[in-house]
């Protein structure tokens, strides 16, 4: 990284950044910091939270019973999470490779669904699903029984899918623009079948955007509650309705804020995890870099070898 | 936790996504803060009379715009709406001192609230139509037993609703356990209150209850109902609509709200449990803190006015606890007699009690059991 001499417009910048980090400082910083503390406090008659000390929430944290939704929650997000990386792969590929000027206009076409407010699209969801819905209306026109959809797992999980794609799609389709071309050529040159070229080239090479991409889609995909909410069954609860019921009609904010904490440990845990993974591609460019090759392009030979 | 007005749930559970939100902020605003009330407030008695501008803090839709705009036009005050989308949001907002001078409170909260001092107390004998609430209501043992600090407005106790033909009836909260047929069909409530409370009831223990034995037992049984259920829902309305629900866990003013919807698709009916139901109403109250008090008590006054019960009945859906505003629901539900309470059932309901201490401990862990 290039260092900024001293007096190159440092003063100007940190006096830019200072009314944003100031409203970074009070409205999450600590705000997040009072949540940490309410985790050790305990509950008045009015249900408002007071400072303390106990443990108790965090027992309550760790109680099987949070336990099921918290390895459901793991679960879904993991399988959206899947889904949507090998629907917006190729949507993402198709875009930059083969639309040419219509990819911004596809691009465009991910991101509308999303000036529409994230519950008003659920419910459209629901509308479509549910047993006098869209879809099963139209099955059944047609003489067909659909199964039953709305209220199950599934539901949930292509809410989420739906929810989330796009955010998946933008790293995606950013590292693919900055994939040389040519070097998928290369590969192809090198007599390498198409899989054989998209396994070891065009894939390694955009492992950044999948990496971005799957972060951007777990980690809200983790705390997420309304999709349950409003297409999961009694048996689809997730962490984040555990969550929601503690601050909106348990009444038990200090258990709530307790949970928060621990979820916000496991998305921290899967960033650790995340950011390991790409310290290894940091380490493999930097290795490159150091080798005379500046770009991370593997070279002719080395694909051969691949191919 | 109690049961919230509503007069269109779809919008309610719409907004209910953002009540986490809503939740949360208020747990960043008030975490920690005293409720800093005066103790006095029981000293200085109220009068209705107009004494400025008013902030009324409800749900939203809970009162006929025709009703706050001839109030305006007569008393040349101007009523400000400020909206909540649960009630114990509602709690921690007054709670933490803001200013509001007429709240749609909840009979389940308000001992705590007057408790707190987060009530202003007044002379019923000032209020002019107090004579029109129905005796039932006029007993408040939700507030100091002599209705000082509320008046009941707004109740709609929860029964069983059902598709004919699809689910059979024994006039028992048991029927929701006893309809094979209807397996995947089955909807209880989501708010812990009702479901848990109705689930105690069946077992002949009070909704109330701090006993872990009877709770664990209540949940117990929930849990054997958990499999049979499509789900555990408040969206009453578009459950019956979309044809998710052939039977249901419901308030009847929701139900009334999704037979305007359906008119007349399916063929739906209501029962009244045998074992007893679980009372709570929306009261009106004048927060502690109301900067103009006098007008606050004014506009409560005029709500329960025979004209104005009579209308805001008509258009919320929900009955009022006053003379006129039960015989605007007997009107509005004319095609569906079922929806009237029984008094039998009425002078048999149990008052809610909102948990606090151990009680919210047990039942929050005993709830979290059975929705996780």
């Known amino acids: 990284m290039r260092s900024t ?89 198709l875009a930059v490779r083969y639309a040419r000027r219509a990819g911004p206009l596809i691009l465009a076409l991910v991101i509308l669904p999303w000036l529409v407010d994230y519950l008003v699209r659920i419910y459209a969801w629901q509308s479509l699903l549910a047993p006098a819905g869209l879809l099963p209306t139209a099955l059944a026109h047609l003489g ?37 071309a040519e070097v998928i050529d290369a590969g192809k040159d090198l007599y390498g079948s198409a899989p054989a070229v998209f396994w070891r080239v065009t894939f390694p090479l955009t492992r950044d955007g999948v990496l971005g991409g799957c972060l951007l889609v777990a980690l809200p995909m983790l705390g997420d509650f309304a999709t349950a909410q409003f297409l999961g069954g009694p048996n689809s609860t997730m962490i984040g309705n555990m969550i929601n019921n503690q601050f909106t009609d348990a009444g038990s904010q200090t258990v709530g804020a307790a949970l928060v904490v621990a979820l916000i440990a496991l998305l921290v845990l899967t960033l650790a995890v995340a950011m390991l993974l790409a310290r290894r591609r940091v380490r493999l460019l930097a290795v490159m870099a150091k080798a005379g090759k500046p770009e991370p392009v593997a070279e002719p030979t080395e694909m051969a070898a691949a191919l | 936790m109690a049961e919230p007005f509503r007069t269109d749930i779809s919008r309610r559970s719409f907004l209910k996504y953002s009540a986490g939100t809503t939740a949360a902020g208020a747990f960043l605003g008030i975490a920690g803060c005293s409720s800093g009330t005066p103790s006095s407030s029981g000293s200085n008695v109220l009068k209705p009379r107009p004494d400025g501008d008013i902030t009324w803090f409800s749900y939203q839709g809970y009162v006929s715009p025709k009703i706050i705009a001839a109030f305006e036009k007569t008393y040349k005050v101007k009523v400000n709406q400020a909206f909540y989308t649960n009630v114990e949001g509602m709690v921690q907002k007054v709670a933490s001192g803001i200013s509001y001078d007429l709240i749609t409170t909840n009979s389940a909260y308000d001992k705590q609230l007057i408790a707190n001092g987060l009530l202003r107390s007044f002379d019923p004998a000032s209020i002019k139509n107090f004579d029109q609430i129905i005796p039932y209501f006029a007993k408040a043992p939700y507030d100091d037993g002599r209705l000082r600090y509320t008046t009941p407005y707004g109740y709609g106790p929860a029964g069983i609703a059902y598709q004919k033909g699809k689910a059979t009836v024994t006039g028992s909260w048991s029927d929701l356990w006893n309809n094979p047929g209807a397996k995947g069909k089955i909807y209880v409530l989501d708010q812990q209150d009702e479901t848990l409370g109705m689930s105690l009831i069946l077992d002949h223990a009070s909704p109330n209850s701090g006993q872990a034995a009877q709770v664990t037992a209540a949940v117990n049984n929930l849990l054997k109902l958990k499999p049979s259920l499509g789900g555990i829902s408040s969206d009453i309305p578009t459950i019956m609509d979309t044809g998710e629900a052939w039977m249901t866990h419901a308030w009847a003013g929701s139900v009334y709200q999704a037979l305007l919807k359906l008119n007349g698709k399916n063929d739906w009916d209501f029962e009244w449990p045998k074992e007893g139901l679980s ?59 079922f929806l009237i309470l029984p008094d039998s059932n009425l002078n048999t309901a149990q008052w809610r009690q909102a948990p606090t201490g151990t009680r919210l401990t047990l039942w929050n862990q005993q709830w979290s059991r059975f929705i996780g």
Not at chain 1, 23 to 28: G, N, Q, V, Y
Not at chain 1, 145 to 173: D, E, F, K, R
Request: net charge negative; with cysteine; aromatic share 10%.
């Open chain 1, 5 to 93: 001499p001293k007096g190159e417009g440092a003063g100007l910048w940190t006096a830019l950044a200072a009314p944003g980090s100031a409203a970074l400082t009070l409205f999450f910083i600590i705000p997040l910091l009072l949540v940490g503390v309410f985790s050790f406090g305990v509950i008045n008659s009015l249900g408002q939270p007071i400072i303390g000390h106990t443990l108790d929430n965090y027992r309550a944290v760790f109680q099987s019973y949070n336990l099921s939704p918290l390895l459901r929650t793991m679960l879904f997000t993991a399988v959206s999470t899947v889904v949507c990386l090998v629907l917006g792969y190729p949507v993402a590929y």
């Open chain 1, 144 to 180: 067909i029984t659909a199964p039953q959809i709305v209220n199950t797992s599934w539901a949930v999980i292509c809410g989420l899918v739906y929810g989330y794609l796009p955010l998946m799609i933008l790293p995606i389709y950013a590292a693919v623009s900055e994939l040389p």
């Open chain 2, 279 to 337: 009372m709570g109403c929306d009261t009106l109250s004048v927060g502690t803190h109301a900067k103009s008090p006098g007008t606050a008590l004014l506009l409560m006054q005029y709500l329960l006015e025979p004209e104005n019960s009579h209308t805001n009945t008509l258009y919320t859906g929900y009955s009022n606890g006053t003379q006129q505003g039960e015989a605007a629901y007997r009107e509005l539900t004319k095609a569906y007699p």
